[in-house]
Every structure is written in C-alpha cells, then in structure tokens.
C-alpha cells in the first residue's frame, strides 16, 4: 500500500443469510481514502453505512476482499459501551481508557482534560448509574476523543449531548483534522457532513452509487431522494374547510435570473378564508424564505375553486437545486401542509464559476451582486 494512503479497500462484500436467503449488506466495494483526508459515508438506512465502518473496525469480519489500514484506528461506533455502571464517572475514565489500550500512565496524562472537556467535573466520583444520559454521553465521548489515533471513524455521533456540546465535540474534530488525523464519518446530518467532509461517498443497497466532493454528492444524494417522494401523488387533499387541487411550476430547469412562476389551485368550501402560503428551501432542506399571498389583504372569499400565481424570488439565488412547501392556511392556522410539493433547479449556462475559497462558500443558497467599488489610494 502507498504511504500516503490511510486505508484501501479491495472487492469488500459482506452477506448474511435471512430467512435462507443470501442477503448483501455490502457488495463488491472498491475505494481509497488518503493520509490527512476526511471522507463522509452517507445513504438511506439500510444502505451499508454501519456495516463498513463494522468491518473496518474489525467488530464483524467481510465474507469476502481485503481492507489495508496504515495507522491506529479509533472506532466511536457506540458511545458508552463498556461503562459500568456501579463505578464512578473516574473509575470508568480509567476502566474505559483501559479498554482501549492505554495504561494508567498514559491515561493520567489525559484525565484532566477529559474531564474538563466533559464538563460534569462535580460529578465525577458519583457512579455513573446516577447521571443523566446527556451526562453519561459526555463523559463517554470525552474519553474516545482524547485517545491519540491516526484514523477516526465516526458513526452517528457528533449529534451526542446537548447543542453547546455538540459544538464543542465539532471543533474539536475539527482540530484533530487540522493536524492531520484522517477521518470516515458516517451521518445523517448532511450540514455536518458538509461542513467537515473533503470527499463523499454514497452508498446504496451495499454498493457504492457515486463518489465525489461532498458538494456533488450531497446534491446526487438529495434530488434522487426528494424525487422519488412524489408528493403530487398525494392530490388532491381534502379537509372540512377546503381542497389542494394541484400545485405546478411553469419550468423545472432555470437559466439564472429567469422567472419562474409558481401556481397553486384550490378550493374554498366556505368555511373560513383561505390563504397560499410556499416555503421556498435549498438542497439541505433549510428554509430560504416564505411568502403568504394575500395574507394581510383584506378580502372576503366566497366558497369557489380559485387558482393562486406568482413569481418566485428566483433572482436572488445560487444556482443549485430548491424545494417548495405549499400550505393553505386560515387567519390563524395551517390546514393543509404538503412537503416538498415542487423541484426546480437554477442553472448558469456558458459561466465557469470561480474556486470556492472555503468549501462552505459551495453550499451558499442566497447569491448577491454587491458591486464592489474598488479605488486606489
């Protein structure tokens, strides 16, 4: 294997047999991932996620091909596994830093740290039965991610804890990577895979469906998912004081700065007014903006069919891919609510678009034009 290759996976194929049948949890998987690198793992349940990181981990073995590691590997596949309960938060510091390989020596190095990390000091010699389980996470995070390594694998565990220690546990991972560490992290939080991940892979049914930078296979990732929920399948959709008919776009596919107009047919049964209301969002799902037409006219709405249109505030955006929700309210609530109802995708044909200078600055929704003034003293 290459020196400046962390792990190499060859024909990976791991199979059970359920009900008698041959079951491919992975199939065939062939990839590399560099010293230094962070790759991000993600798919639907089921995909093949946690079965790699398994194998790679040596928890279960492949039914069949090979996996080269250069470098100790530290799996946080579980957090908590292997604390007793009896013991105090201390005891296990040391019982769980044990577990892992390191002596007391090296462990009192660390204990400190850990514990100041952990931020339940007080609490420390208390068995840990007593805690809560935000404190018993914690605490076990704590201990995994001051253990030295030259390989992270993360499965689902950056969301342990409450939000500030979230973030902690963020930016500490993000340092370790600044120095070096090389790092699989397995999530369905898409914004954390975009925001610490170089590559990604997309695993689907066992095998490997796309690999690229994460802003591409986030992308692949979400449209083949939004697309394969049809919610137009839904139409119409009826409550006591009114009906959702249909919804549509006038185009899908937008050159940028072009309108798009958005239609939206209902029916008033004349219980109440009713109201349009979209929900305009980008690719992870995270609202832009929203528009209530007619909201705050006053308007008296006899019972009818009625088609509502306007044009979406398209001139604003970055090319990439958007979601709309449609709701119809009455003065006071949502009656009717459908997800993800629309797709359109902003386009910019004939421009080369400049390298992003952080690769956050890939995933920006909203593009603004501020017309930089720029003189010479």
Not at 20 to 47: C, D, P, R, S, Y
């Amino acid at each position: 294997m290459k020196e400046n290759i962390a792990i190499s996976i060859n024909n990976l194929t791991k199979c059970y047999k359920v009900n008698k049948e041959t079951f491919f949890a992975l199939n065939n998987i062939n990839f590399e991932i560099q010293k230094g690198e962070v790759l991000g793992i993600i798919g639907e349940n089921g995909a093949g996620k946690s079965s790699l990181l398994k194998i790679l981990s040596e928890v279960v073995p492949p039914s069949e091909g090979t996996i080269e590691v250069n470098g100790k590997i530290l799996s946080i596949l579980e957090v908590g596994s292997g604390f007793h309960s009896d013991l105090s938060g201390k005891e296990n510091v040391y019982f769980n830093a044990a577990i892992h390989g390191l002596t007391k020596k090296q462990i009192d190095a660390i204990y400190n740290d850990i514990i100041e990390f952990s931020g339940i000091k007080e609490f420390i010699n208390e068995p840990v039965k007593t805690y809560s389980n935000g404190m018993y996470l914690r605490l076990a995070l704590s201990i995994l991610l001051h253990i030295d390594f030259d390989i992270l694998l993360l499965d689902e565990v950056i969301n342990v804890g409450d939000a500030e220690f979230r973030q902690k546990s963020m930016t500490y991972i993000q340092e370790l990577i600044k120095v070096g560490k090389t790092c699989i992290l397995v999530s369905h939080d898409i914004n954390a895979v975009a925001t610490i991940c170089d590559r990604c892979v997309i695993l689907k049914q066992g095998q490997i469906a796309f690999v690229g930078n994460s802003k591409s296979a986030i992308e692949n990732y979400l449209v083949n998912v939004n697309k394969a929920f049809d919610s137009k399948s839904k139409l119409p959709i009826k409550t006591e004081s009114c009906e959702l008919l249909d919804v549509s776009l006038d185009k899908t596919t937008v050159t940028k700065n072009e309108p798009v107009r958005l239609t939206v047919k209902y029916k008033n049964n004349g219980n109440s007014n009713i109201y349009v209301v979209f929900v305009l969002k980008n690719n992870f799902s995270k609202l832009i903006t929203d528009s209530e037409l007619y909201r705050y006219k006053s308007h008296s709405q006899q019972a009818g069919t009625y088609t509502a249109a306007c044009d979406l505030p398209v001139e604003l955006l970055n090319t990439g891919n958007y979601y709309l929700d449609i709701f119809l309210v009455n003065t006071t609530n949502s009656v009717i609510d459908l997800e993800n109802a629309l797709f359109f995708e902003i386009t910019n044909p004939g421009v080369t678009e400049a390298l992003p200078w952080h690769k956050i600055t890939e995933l920006v929704s909203i593009q603004t034009d501020c017309q930089w003034k720029i003189e010479k003293l």
